[in-house]
């Protein structure tokens, strides 16, 4: 599904890739967890053809990323902070996102009634609040039901029920086999949503395989900890 090779990326002096290798297969859950500056948003903007790296092999679908965009309509991407046009309508994003995707809506009413959109419709976008934002971003990203997922802190700025939602919607998408890919600081979260952890550190990836195995291996009870006790290893051998 997703595969990685030798993957590098500098901005100006700064190397912020160092050379990945990962292969995540179809309809799995994984979190990218790490400290601030570690990686883990270039290599997501780098998967979606966003970033280009200076050096490295992308296979997405079996499409090798170089300069072909088409394997994106498999993609729905749900970014930390969206930017959308300030006096576009709710409604006419939707419409806007439609014909530029050129693909069937499956799912756009029923996201719409699950995240209690239909009173913000005809809201101008510079209206809304942080969480209703997040809520269109939501429900671009899962309304033309691709086969890849991408959550970028997916539910700051959500209420406890909207929160609920999304992670119900989230579990719905994997049980349907999808693959879903999930960044975020909130280790409860991922706990309940994923399966699997990809742990970046530095440019690199510390560690990649089932969260069970990564508490086993730690001999910790949550996730939160098993992560600290990898950082604080990794401080050790660094010091």
């Known amino acids: 599904m997703i595969e990685v090779e030798e993957l590098k990326k500098s901005f100006g002096n700064l190397q912020v890739l160092k050379g990945m290798n990962l292969s995540i297969p179809s309809g799995q859950a994984t979190g990218i967890v790490g400290p601030n500056g570690a990686g883990k948003t270039t290599l997501i903007k780098t998967l979606l053809g966003l970033v280009k ?4 092999t992308i296979r997405v679908m079996d499409t090798t990323l170089n300069g072909d965009w088409l394997y994106r309509k498999y993609i729905g991407y749900m970014p930390q902070v969206a930017r959308y046009p300030e006096n576009m309508k709710v409604h006419e994003l939707l419409d806007f996102i439609k014909g530029l995707r050129d693909q069937e809506a499956v799912y756009e009413e029923e996201l719409i009634d699950q995240f209690n959109l239909k009173p913000e419709l005809n809201k101008p976008l ?54 879903v890919i999930i960044t975020s600081h909130i280790m409860s979260e991922l706990e309940q949503l994923v399966d699997h952890v990809i742990f970046i550190l530095d440019g690199k990836i510390r560690y990649y395989g089932s969260m069970q195995q990564l508490l086993d291996q730690s001999k910790e009870e949550r996730l939160e900890a098993a992560i600290a006790r990898m950082m604080e290893s990794d401080d050790e051998v660094s010091a």
Request: aromatic residues 6%; charged residues 30%.
């Open 53 to 56: 790296p200076d050096s490295g």
């Open 126 to 179: 510079r209206t809304l609040s942080g969480g209703n934002r997040q809520k269109v971003g939501a429900t671009l990203a899962m309304m033309f039901n691709p086969e890849i997922l991408f959550f970028d802190e997916p539910t700051a700025g959500l209420d406890p029920r909207s929160s609920h939602k999304f992670k119900q919607r989230v579990q719905s998408e994997k049980e349907n086999g999808k693959t």
